[in-house]
């Protein structure tokens, strides 16, 4: 086998098999990644004669300064998102001997990753099936074919085109565009444009840096317009019935920049600035009712203004951001509207989330923990700013925002348990079922938090897992109201 495509068969094996066994849509580029300082120089300068050494308490001053703020460009937020901040390194393996015998599933997907990949130097190239499912908005099908173009001396992936052509049926045919660039082996620059033939439209960019300033230092900054016709309002309230549903098109537009310092390994502190501008136009969903007409006091909304003042305390301490076995991670927030830079809102928002993570069976089975409450006061809250409960990161047996109110607590619990694995070109595919158990509920106050409206959810997942970065994954839920099913990649925390 030529030495190009001898690289990039284990990426390809690891792409075929979520295919074949998931139907769903995996993007995936993955990698750790190995930074080398500069060597110092052995060269001594000659001391000045007038050189003291330093006194003992600031030698231990300086010291502690040093350590506490060190580089950390692995940091992540707790949430996960749909491709990796760091650049991605392409496998590469050292040459084993063949295997005595494949089986007929190896032989399956060995045809499948001929007839669907192409590779030449140190490129990729592959076509895809998409396929996702929520309840909002239902099944949507399609095709997205992936380019991956590599640095031929570390052999880092440095950019990455990801078209793709879906139908759905609210809104027809979606043309989008996505491109990814690497410029360094902690920095990304995102962009994505998509364009349905109904109401749904989506432009965006981002750039997040993990090691600014030699790695003691995050920065971010975002912005994008999204109009989306298949949001849902059920009213507010914990005890809000599943028949006063109601949709409407939100037009976002969004502005959104955050830095923080990296300390004491696995800590950050960052403040941020958000603009959004929200507008509203009729529902396009047949058989659900305009938010105007369930909810008159909604009626002909204008465009409004939000400003956001946050800080973060951010913890995390997982093996792998993505794909974790062991560790925590988490946040403590604040937000606050800024009325004098032009919020038509004013609220104060605050909260705390974490996940703990325990391995045990010798990492075949991860006990996941997972905890959000956060709570906004103030005299005028737009409800689309109100915390939300339902959808495949909460409560799974629920559509998306099912439950709104000033405030929520939600805990998880998910087993996730491997049934097997599949090894091909050395890249192994863990196959996992997670049995878990949603339970979460919205209050308008702390104290008015009442039993009677906390909504249990039990169900299970199936998933691929390729580590570090790849998931595929499906979850039903079963609640009070039936059942939610989603297919989608990542964890849901």
Do not use: C
């Amino acid at each position: 086998m030529p030495t190009g495509q001898a690289r990039f068969k284990r990426l390809h094996w690891s792409v075929q098999i979520l295919l074949v066994f998931l139907a769903g849509t995996v993007l995936a580029a993955a990698g750790n990644y190995l930074v080398h300082v500069s060597s110092s120089t052995t060269t001594q300068k000659p001391r000045s004669k007038r050189f003291r050494p330093l006194h003992r308490q600031i030698k231990r001053l300086r010291a502690a300064g040093e350590k506490m703020f060190t580089p950390n460009p692995g940091f992540q937020r707790p949430q996960s998102s749909p491709m990796p901040a760091n650049s991605p390194v392409t496998p590469e393996i050292t040459p084993l001997p063949p295997p005595p015998k494949r089986t007929p599933t190896e032989r399956f997907l060995g045809a499948a990753a001929n007839m669907m990949t192409t590779s030449w130097d140190h490129n990729i190239f592959v076509w895809l099936p998409a396929f996702s499912t929520d309840p909002n908005s239902g099944p949507t099908y399609g095709i997205l074919p992936v380019l991956v173009l590599s640095e031929p001396e570390r052999h880092h992936i440095r950019q990455l085109f990801a078209p793709s052509y879906t139908y759905n049926e609210i809104f027809g045919q979606t043309v989008t565009g996505r491109y990814y660039f690497y410029p360094t082996d902690q920095s990304q620059l995102f962009t994505i444009a998509s364009y349905s033939q109904h109401t749904n439209r989506e432009i965006k960019l981002r750039y997040e840096n993990t090691a600014f300033l030699g790695g003691r230092m995050f920065v971010r900054a975002e912005g994008y317009y999204d109009a989306d016709g298949s949001l849902r309002f059920f009213g507010i309230g914990p005890a809000t019935p599943s028949g006063n549903e109601s949709g409407y098109t939100g037009h976002n537009k969004v502005i959104h920049g955050d830095m923080g310092v990296n300390f004491l390994e696995y800590w950050r502190a960052s403040v941020g600035l958000r603009y959004r501008r929200m507008g509203f136009d009729p529902n396009i969903v047949e058989g659900i009712d305009d938010i105007s007409v369930r909810f008159p006091q909604f009626a002909n909304l204008p465009e409004q203004n939000t400003v956001v003042q946050e800080f973060h305390l951010l913890w995390d301490s997982r093996d792998i951001p993505a794909t974790p076995t062991r560790g925590s991670s988490g946040e403590v927030f604040f937000e606050k509207t800024a009325r004098d830079w032009g919020s038509d809102s004013d609220f104060i928002r605050y909260g705390l989330e974490g996940k703990r993570f325990f391995p045990w069976q010798d990492g075949r089975q991860n006990t996941v923990i997972h905890g959000l409450y956060d709570w906004v006061n103030g005299p005028n809250i737009p409800f689309y700013e109100l915390p939300e409960l339902g959808g495949r990161d909460t409560l799974r047996a629920f559509e998306e925002g099912r439950f709104t109110d000033k405030g929520r607590i939600l805990f998880n619990i998910e087993q996730r348990m491997e049934l097997t694995s599949l090894t091909l070109m050395g890249v192994t595919t863990r196959f996992e079922v997670g049995p878990f158990f949603d339970i979460g509920t919205v209050f308008p106050h702390p104290e008015d938090m009442q039993t009677k409206y906390v909504k249990p959810v039990i169900g299970g997942s199936f998933r691929a897992v390729v580590k570090p970065n790849v998931v595929g994954s499906i979850d039903v839920g079963v609640g009070n109201e039936g059942v939610g099913t989603y297919v989608s990649i990542n964890y849901p925390f």
